[in-house]
C-alpha cells in the first residue's frame, strides 16, 4: 500500500507546489527507486513497486503527449492520470463481460487449481458463487472510474478548478487504491467463510 501511494502523493504534492510536471514525475521516480532498493536490500519481492514504476512511466508519456499537443502544466498533470482511469475502465469492461456471458474470471481461478479448466461451469451453483466473487473482484475498478472520470472530465473542460481536479485525482487515486482493493478482498473471504459454497454438481 506505501509503494503504491507514494509515488502518487509525491506527484501530487510537487505538482502542486510547483506547477513543474517534470520535477514532480522526477521526484516520484526517485522515491519508487528508492524502495526499489529497499525492497533488493530487504531480498524481498519488487513486484509492487515496479507495477508503481511502470504507471509513472505511463502517466509521464500521457503527460508529455498532452505538452505536445499545446496544453497547460495543469493538463499535462490531468493527462497523468489517465492511464490508471482508462485500465480501470477496461478492466471493468473485460471481467464485466465475464460475468454477463456467464463464464466468470474467478471461475478460470478455481480451474486452475483443480486442474481442470472448465469443469466448475457445469455446475450452476458454482457458476453463481464465481460470479459472485467476480462481481466483488471488479467492484473496485467499478467505483474508481465512478469517482474519477468526473473529476478528470470536470478538471479537463473547465467545469471544475483544474488544480482542485488534480488534488482530487490523486487523493481519490490513493484513497481508492490498495485500500478499497483489500475490503473487496475481505468481502470476497466473507462470502466464502458461509460456509455455503458448493462441493458437488447438483442435480
Given at each position: 500500500?506505501v509503494?503504491a501511494?507514494?509515488?502518487t502523493?509525491?506527484?501530487?504534492?510537487?505538482?502542486l507546489l510547483?506547477?513543474?510536471l517534470?520535477?514532480a514525475?522526477?521526484?516520484?521516480?526517485a522515491f519508487?527507486?528508492?524502495?526499489?532498493?529497499?525492497?533488493?536490500?530487504?531480498?524481498?519481492?519488487?513486484?509492487?513497486?515496479l507495477n508503481?514504476?511502470i504507471?509513472?512511466g505511463?502517466?509521464?508519456?500521457?503527460a508529455?503527449?498532452?505538452?505536445?499537443?499545446?496544453?497547460?502544466?495543469?493538463?499535462?498533470a490531468l493527462?497523468?492520470?489517465?492511464?490508471?482511469?482508462?485500465?480501470?475502465?477496461?478492466?471493468a469492461?473485460?471481467i464485466?463481460i465475464?460475468i454477463a456471458?456467464?463464464?466468470p474470471?474467478?471461475?478460470f481461478?478455481?480451474g486452475?487449481?483443480t486442474g481442470d479448466p472448465?469443469a466448475?461451469?457445469?455446475?450452476?451453483?458454482?457458476?453463481?458463487l464465481?460470479?459472485?466473487?467476480?462481481?466483488?473482484?471488479?467492484?473496485?475498478?467499478?467505483?474508481?472510474?465512478?469517482v474519477?472520470?468526473?473529476?478528470?472530465l470536470?478538471?479537463?473542460?473547465?467545469?471544475?478548478?483544474?488544480?482542485?481536479?488534480?488534488?482530487?485525482?490523486g487523493?481519490?487515486?490513493?484513497?481508492?487504491?490498495?485500500?478499497?482493493?483489500l475490503?473487496?478482498?475481505?468481502?470476497?473471504?466473507w462470502?466464502l467463510?458461509?460456509?455455503?459454497?458448493p462441493?458437488a454438481p447438483?442435480?
Amino acid at each position: 500500500m506505501v509503494e503504491a501511494a507514494v509515488p502518487t502523493l509525491t506527484f501530487t504534492l510537487i505538482f502542486l507546489l510547483s506547477h513543474e510536471l517534470k520535477l514532480a514525475v522526477l521526484v516520484s521516480v526517485a522515491f519508487a527507486g528508492l524502495l526499489l532498493v529497499i525492497r533488493l536490500v530487504q531480498r524481498s519481492s519488487p513486484q509492487f513497486v515496479l507495477n508503481s514504476l511502470i504507471g509513472i512511466g505511463l502517466g509521464a508519456a500521457f503527460a508529455w503527449r498532452a505538452a505536445r499537443g499545446g496544453g497547460d502544466a495543469t493538463d499535462q498533470a490531468l493527462a497523468y492520470f489517465l492511464p490508471g482511469l482508462l485500465y480501470n475502465a477496461g478492466y471493468a469492461l473485460v471481467i464485466g463481460i465475464s460475468i454477463a456471458v456467464r463464464w466468470p474470471v474467478v471461475g478460470f481461478m478455481v480451474g486452475s487449481v483443480t486442474g481442470d479448466p472448465t469443469a466448475w461451469h457445469q455446475d450452476k451453483a458454482v457458476v453463481r458463487l464465481c460470479s459472485r466473487l467476480t462481481w466483488l473482484l471488479v467492484l473496485p475498478c467499478v467505483l474508481r472510474v465512478l469517482v474519477q472520470a468526473p473529476i478528470y472530465l470536470a478538471g479537463k473542460n473547465g467545469w471544475w478548478d483544474e488544480d482542485r481536479a488534480v488534488a482530487a485525482l490523486g487523493i481519490a487515486k490513493i484513497a481508492m487504491g490498495w485500500p478499497l482493493q483489500l475490503a473487496a478482498l475481505g468481502a470476497m473471504v466473507w462470502l466464502l467463510s458461509r460456509n455455503r459454497t458448493p462441493v458437488a454438481p447438483t442435480a
